[in-house]
Nanobody, 119 residues
């Protein structure tokens, strides 16, 4: 099994910044990608950003230019730097890890960390 431990959420004013971290541990074999999803009340979970094992990144259009995803492969940790936050960024943010083992793909989720942007 894989455990994902998230940290860094909280309450911030519009225009502020937060940095989320997610550390993976357990039965880690061949990670394909790590990333962040979010889910606001009454909405579906959506991809925020992800990063592949070779450093390729993918961002939701709504966060491009404001959020930056990075990864420390040696620590199996992924970070999400969030700048210029708006109330629309308020959501529960979930860490996600995808890996392949013996040709089978697995997906793991963290428990989520709340980000609230409000004055």
């Amino acid at each position: 099994q894989v455990q994902l431990v998230e940290s860094g959420g909280g309450l911030v004013q519009p225009g502020g910044s937060l940095r989320l971290s997610c550390a993976a541990s357990g039965s880690i074999f061949s990670i394909n990608a790590m990333g962040w999803y979010r889910q606001a009340p009454g909405k579906q979970r959506e991809l925020v950003a992800d990063i592949t094992n070779n450093g390729g990144t993918n961002y939701a259009d709504s966060v491009k230019g404001r959020f930056t995803i990075s990864r420390d492969n040696a620590k199996n940790t992924v970070y999400l730097q969030m700048d210029s936050l708006t109330p629309e960024d308020t959501a529960l943010y979930y860490c996600n890890l995808k890996q392949t083992r013996w040709g089978v793909r697995y997906t793991y989720w963290g428990q989520g960390t709340q980000v609230t942007v409000s004055s």
